[in-house]
């Protein structure tokens, strides 16, 4: 490959000319420059992530529905406008244990597109759509950290409202015209 390149590059130079060969040079100059940023930073993201510890980040929230008396694991809701459902959250540590929180969690959506209500311990919500049909993301926050810090963590559900089923008709009538 390397053979080619020379190649190719050897051809542009005879074909072109010395003006050629200083054009290559200020390309090669830049791709240098380019390669030492891209180099930089690579190293301080490296030297980031190395600072960050494993043990500051809560794993993960989890979403369930009860669906038929059963509590099933969901990653996303679609709903029609006319339905409700409610999701219960579990929090959980890197290995799936399950794992305490810090206070009451506290829930966020599209309020144009929902109701929230979240149970007393917040360890569940009713959501209810408000009529129009979207898309928007329950969120369910916590903190952590069981003792004076905060480690936040975040659980995030997609939910799609759908149309009902049609419940009526509408007619409407163009204008009058004469008949042939």
């Known amino acids: 490959m390397i053979i080619i390149s020379c190649l190719v590059i050897f051809a542009i130079v ?38 960050l510890d494993e043990e500051d980040f809560a794993q993960n929230v989890v979403f369930y529905a009860i669906v038929n008396g059963k509590k099933i694991r969901i990653d996303n809701m679609i709903l029609k406008a006319n339905e409700k459902f409610t999701a219960t959250v579990a929090f959980k540590d890197k290995f799936g244990n399950a794992a305490q929180v810090d206070g009451i969690p506290s829930f966020s959506g599209d309020e144009n597109l929902a109701t929230l209500a979240p149970s007393e311990d917040g360890m569940s919500v009713v959501v209810t ?48 015209e004469l008949q042939a």
Do not use: N
Request: charged share 25%; proline share 5%.
């Open 14 to 51: 005879v074909y072109l000319g010395a003006s050629a060969v200083e054009h290559l040079r200020v390309i090669s100059c830049y791709a240098m420059r380019i390669h030492h940023t891209v180099d930089r930073i690579e190293d301080k993201l490296i030297d980031l992530i190395g600072e």
């Open 129 to 176: 759509p408000k009529g129009p049909v979207g898309e928007f993301i329950l969120q369910c926050a916590a903190d952590a950290d069981l003792g004076e810090g905060i480690k936040s963590i975040l659980g995030e559900l997609p939910v799609q409202i759908l149309a009902g089923e049609a419940e009526r008709v509408e007619l409407t009538a163009g204008p009058a």
